[in-house]
């Protein structure tokens, strides 16, 4: 259940900031935060540069700050993001094994799947008391560079209000597993955070040995392709299969709802590391 999980504490929104600004403040100034220029370490599998004006949050810390946003809480997760804070990104692993990438994609069943989906992800939904959400169709079609190894999509999905909300994501493919890297930004301001996360990604790199290049015969391959890291991973699969019936729909519907909310608005956050400078 843990590939679950990993996606799930992105669905609740972040007006789960229900402390006072004052308050969440002090939180978040609690917390081990490592600044730039420096490195961070994204579990034993890979390392990232934290530039300098940037943040970076090990697995302890990043549980915190999701906890703080009001997400249920999950291990395993980094956490890079501007001192702004206007926009932050998690990293999960995922031990998938190799993931073959030699898979033509085809962007408009994918986003027919995604959408039969939204029946029973929205009955899943209810039940937590959570508004509905429709796919409303690409932001981004999902594209593969071979060369950096990188799947990045992104999604547009519709609230019951009418507001229109967007995630970003990529998978970095790696010898033993995947690296899903999350933006998670405002609508207004997705298209300058997205190039910024993307600039940031290019200072990603697995370790010796866990190098997609790297693959050896007799190392563990995923059931799996590209397409599947779309539609859900492990579970998209175990469904066809006729596994996990119930959760299949729910955990599609849920994993795609990534980003679409403001951050820094929320708080105030911007001036909390300025204050602590002086």
């Known amino acids: 259940m843990r590939y679950l999980l990993c996606f799930l504490f992105l669905v609740w929104p972040i007006a789960g900031w229900s402390q006072s600004n004052e308050n969440l403040g002090e939180e978040l100034r609690k917390l081990a935060w490592q600044e730039g220029p420096s490195e961070g370490h994204i579990s034993t599998q890979a390392t990232i540069v934290v530039p300098k004006g940037y943040l970076f949050l ?17 291990d395993g997760n980094y956490l890079l993001a501007p001192e702004s804070l206007k926009w932050f990104s998690v990293f999960s692993f995922e031990a998938t094994g190799y993931v073959k990438d030699d898979e033509k994609i085809d962007p408009d069943e994918l986003l027919k799947s995604l959408k039969e989906s ?25 594209h593969y560079d071979a060369q950096t ?11 019951e209000d009418g507001q229109m909300i967007v995630n970003y994501t990529s998978r970095l493919l790696g010898r033993s597993g995947v690296m899903s890297a999350t933006l ?18 290019e200072q990603f790199r697995y370790v010796a040995g866990e190098q997609y290049s790297e693959f050896k015969e007799g190392d563990k391959v995923a059931e799996y392709g590209l397409a ?16 996990w019936a119930a959760i299949g729909g729910f955990f599609a519907a849920f994993w795609k709802v990534i980003v679409g909310v403001a951050v820094a608005a929320a708080a105030g956050l911007g001036s909390i590391f300025k204050r602590n400078k002086k």
């Open 149 to 159: 190894k990188r799947l990045e999509w992104g999604t547009r999905l519709r609230q």
């Open 58 to 74: 090990d697995d302890k810390n990043t549980r915190r700050f999701l906890e703080l946003a009001g997400n249920p809480p999950t």
């Open 228 to 243: 599947a890291l779309i539609l859900g991973g492990a579970a998209a699969v175990a469904t066809k299969k006729g596994l």
């Open 184 to 201: 998670v930004s405002s609508v207004e301001t997705l298209p300058a955070d997205t190039q910024e996360f993307k600039s940031a990604l």
């Open 118 to 142: 939204d029946g029973p992800g929205n009955e899943e939904r209810k039940r937590l008391g959570m508004p509905s959400l429709t796919t409303d169709g690409w932001q981004v079609p999902p």
